[in-house]
């Protein structure tokens, strides 16, 4: 599973009008198995992993922004440095 967490731990859900404290996404995987069933913990594992994905490239095309901003900005410099 993912190791990036966007809660702060822990977190309490309400569970059939109970409360229960979560420590990790494994303690919600817990949950989700004793109340929905095994087909529920792999979809949230999917859903999980496939966000995590999704982060990791947005943050890389964040980074390649930033870099190619600065080298613009640069250019910018030089060019006026010319003139």
Known sequence: MA???Y???PYVI????KP???FSPRDFEDVLRENIGEDAVQ???QTTEGAADEIRELTEA???LERAYRN???ALET???LL
């Open 3 to 5: 190791t990036m967490s």
């Open 7 to 9: 809660v702060s731990y």
């Open 14 to 17: 309400t569970v059939s009008g």
């Open 20 to 22: 229960v404290t979560l």
């Open 43 to 45: 979809f949230f594992r």
């Open 62 to 64: 964040v980074r390649d």
């Open 72 to 74: 613009l900005e640069q």
């Open 79 to 81: 060019t006026e440095a």
